[in-house]
């Protein structure tokens, strides 16, 4: 072989051990990386909350979502050791405030109550919400549920299911479910077509004007929360016909199910929870997600619960998360199937 061949042969030996020990020493700096990074989640995870945390209220202050942040709220102060606020951020029906939380870092210091407008109708009937109910979050515990409840203006002299549909097949009958394409209103319109019949529903801005006009005989009929309308149907002043639940509940246990009223398909709930922006640490899910369901087990909270009709999902991290999304599956269908649109 001549020298110059020798020399070349040489040349490539050397670049080739070069190459690879620039290979080893890249694997060894990716595989640190690596370790740090997941050292890194590790210890954040273990620390948090380093500092206040806010939970995102996407509704005006005063009602029952903000009711039960608070509560929330103030037992995970006392546990963690750190403030917990409520701020609310009302607005396109609840979507302001759940987009500001997608949005948000995802180190467990911004949380949502989220809900079944903000992360079930309104995504499902507003298209420019501008976010995904599901794959956007990290959806930690489940709060509480309530049925939704048919009840009527006791002027209207109708006492079972049974007869105001065969009334509302007799005549043209308005209902009301508060805002258009809310829950109770994608329940109204799908029970109408349940049980074949054809009412007009009547728009409000907020349940209480709601409930106020039923009482009051303007609107014949209302579809909404057991919670919002529990203590109507106490005092007399509303007459119940059926509740969505899959059993009878214990505030009101004369009032029958629509399933044992030959609708089983009409099973639906309103709920509240928490969660927090996709991709927050599994270990702090997990962390709010056990205190929070030993808190909703502590004695005044489920008395609390049972005075609302609450149905409790004690449930994981992963097992709301499937909740919502099978939630937003089925109503989404239903929505699609009755071209249900926000007033916009």
Known sequence: MSAEAQEAMTMRRAHTRSQANTARCV?????????????????????????????????????????AAR???????????RPFIIENKPGNGNALGAAFVAQAEP?????????SASNLTVPLVTPKA????????????????????????????????????????????????????????????????????SMQHVPYRGGGPAVADVIAGHVPAIFSPVTTLAEHVRSGALVALAITSKARVPVLPDVPTFAESGYPELVMSSWFGLSGPKKLSPDIADRINRE?????????????????????????????TRFVAAEVARWGEVVRALDIKDEE
């Open 130 to 197: 501008g976010y995904d109910p599901v794959a956007d979050f990290s959806h930690i515990v489940m709060l509480t549920r309530s049925p939704y409840m048919l009840a009527l203006y006791p002027g209207l002299g109708v006492k079972s299911l049974t007869d105001f549909i065969a009334l509302a097949r007799a005549q043209k009958l308005a209902y009301t479910a508060a805002n258009r394409g809310g829950l109770g209103n994608i329940g109204g319109e799908y029970f109408q077509r349940l049980a074949g019949i």
């Open 107 to 115: 180190d467990g210091h911004t949380l949502l109550l989220s809900n």
């Open 27 to 67: 694997a060894g700096i990716l595989a640190a990386t690596v370790i740090l990074l997941l050292a890194s989640a590790h210890a954040s995870s273990q620390d948090w909350p380093a500092r206040l945390v806010r939970i995102i209220v996407p509704a005006a202050a005063g009602g029952s979502s903000d009711a």
């Open 71 to 81: 509560l929330v709220a103030n037992h995970f102060q006392a546990v963690f050791g």
């Open 292 to 320: 929070a369901r030993a808190f909703l087990k502590e004695p005044q909270m489920r008395k609390l619960a049972e005075n609302d009709a609450s149905e409790p999902l004690d449930a994981d991290a992963a097992e709301f």
